[in-house]
């Protein structure tokens, strides 16, 4: 890594450099790469297999770093509804309470015990919810996956 940096003017002019003198190592903690000291990531879950991905992807630098996780997963308004006028009668209570539950589940399921993990279900605007969650728990990095359900599925699931 630290050549691909070296040799990498982009990276460089990112203020991406190599740091091989950070030393706050303690018993249970690596030394944070770069300089970085992440404590706190935040993983959108919109129950994609590209949101797993990411979350798979938040469990190794949570592990790196010592940091804990929160998953958040938003139910847009729209998307009970939709099911309202498709004669489902799924509630919006119904809504949070299912998705908490897949959230528990997953996070069960992909992070190990040795990680602590927040589930977090919220209504609105994904990006609203998701940004105001990254405040709220001072996340210091969000890892989100570029590719989730859209269309049907989309308004159905949540974002």
């Avoid at 003198?21 to 030394?31: E, K, Y």
């Avoid at 790469?33 to 994609?48: A, E, Q, R, W």
């Avoid at 992070?111 to 993990?117: D, K, N, Q, W």
Wanted: charge should be neutral; glycine fraction near 6%.
């Amino acid at each position: 890594m630290k050549a691909v940096l070296r040799d990498n003017p982009a990276a460089q002019r990112r203020g991406l450099r190599p740091n091989p003198g950070v030393h706050s190592q303690t018993a249970d903690r690596r030394p944070e790469p770069y300089g970085l000291d992440i404590k706190s990531i935040l993983v959108p879950i919109d129950f994609s297999n590209a949101s797993r991905a990411a979350l798979r992807y938040a469990v190794t630098l949570a592990r790196d770093y010592s940091a804990d996780i929160s998953l958040i997963h938003v139910v847009e308004p729209e998307a009970y509804g939709l099911l309202a006028d498709l004669e489902l009668s799924e509630s919006r209570i119904t809504f949070v309470e299912s998705a908490t539950a897949r959230l528990a589940k997953i996070a069960k399921e992909e992070v190990p015990a040795s990680i602590e993990v927040r589930p977090w279900v919220q209504i609105g605007a994904p990006y609203e919810q998701i940004t105001s969650a990254a405040k709220i728990l001072n996340a210091d990095l969000i890892i989100i996956s570029t590719h989730g359900y859209t269309g049907f599925r989309h308004a159905i699931l949540g974002s």
